[in-house]
Nanobody
Framework: QVQLVESGGGLVQAGGSLRLSCAASGRTISNYHMGWFRQAPGKEREFVAATHWNGATTYYVDSVKGRFTISRDNAKNTVSLQMNSLKPEDTAVYYC?????????????????WGQGTQVTVSS
């Protein structure tokens, strides 16, 4: 299976930006749906964004539409999440994940490979 490592998290003030990166190894991501999830303290893991394996389709949770952009670079075997206009409610641990299911799903149980997460903290 593919191994994933996230980076790019940190502390930023509201309205600022961060770019998260997910580096994959062991397998190419070309045949995976790639997604970003997040989990805030006391809350369940939440779908944030994903890109279809063919790169033609992207998905976002409503709360981040227009602010976040997911992209993939198959040549570098990486997936990124550009986060703009950050809000305190975006504070969470962000996880990169990969799915081999033929039909995309936002269900985290459909994603077999996960990174360890990177902390994003947005202050007021």
């Amino acid at each position: 299976q593919v191994q994933l490592v996230e980076s790019g998290g940190g502390l930023v003030q509201a309205g600022g930006s961060l770019r998260l990166s997910c580096a994959a190894s062991g397998r190419t991501i070309s045949n995976y749906h790639m997604g970003w999830f997040r989990q805030a303290p006391g809350k369940e893991r939440e779908f944030v964004a994903a890109t279809h394996w063919n790169g033609a389709t992207t998905y976002y949770v409503d709360s981040v539409k227009g602010r976040f952009t997911i992209s993939r670079d198959n040549a570098k075997n990486t997936v990124s999440l550009q986060m703009n206009s950050l809000k305190p409610e975006d504070t969470a641990v962000y996880y990169c994940a990969a799915s081999t299911y033929s039909v995309f799903s936002r269900d985290p149980r459909r994603f077999a490979s996960w990174g360890q997460g990177t902390q994003v903290t947005v202050s007021s």
